[in-house]
């Protein structure tokens, strides 16, 4: 999406100055309001459905929804993505068990949704998850991943798996 897509929700939903950033990632897009001051999410994950809401406005003659591809860039990190269904959860565990690897976690990562990898006993194999190849082998080939909250403690609470249409 774009700075531009952005500005025109924000203003669609009453923000008379538009879009701005208060940081670097993904989650620093606020709306201004008349008087500068800036449009809060409460708990952080808000920001899901302001987004979500901006697809809808964008994209009116389908069923869209917000899909985080990246919390290292502002604007250009959000994608509307054509929402079928929800299919789930996707499983990681049994993910790294398929590729004879455990689930482990990494306590340094910035955004716990994406602590996760596969890695062998010893740890000399670590490997990356990519979810969206998960949601894909675990329900079908037209399901997308989706985090919906990068501040999610377990993999249950950070991401899901939706169909396309």
């Known amino acids: ?27 620093s897009i606020r709306c201004v309001n008349e008087d500068g001051s800036l449009q809060t999410f409460r708990p952080r994950e808000e920001i899901h459905n302001f987004v979500s809401q901006a697809c809808q406005d964008t994209y009116t003659d389908v069923r869209v929804t917000d899909r985080l591809a990246t919390m290292g860039r502002t604007y250009s990190a959000w994608e509307c993505a054509d929402y079928g269904s929800y ?11 398929s590729k004879g690897l455990k689930l482990i976690s990494s306590s340094s990562a910035k955004y716990p949704a994406y602590q996760w990898f596969c ?37 249950e609470d950070a991401w899901d798996c939706f169909y396309t249409r």
């Open 1 to 27: 999406m774009s700075q531009q897509t952005f500005d025109a929700a924000c203003k669609e939903q009453g923000y008379a100055q538009g879009v701005t950033t208060v940081g670097d990632d993904a989650y």
């Open 87 to 97: 299919a789930g959860s996707p499983d990681l565990k049994k993910w790294c068990e």
């Open 119 to 155: 890695a062998n006993s010893s740890r000399t194999r670590v490997e990356g998850i990519p979810v969206d190849d998960v949601c894909a082998s675990q329900f079908d080939e037209s399901a997308l991943d989706r985090v919906f909250n990068v501040y999610g403690k377990t993999d």
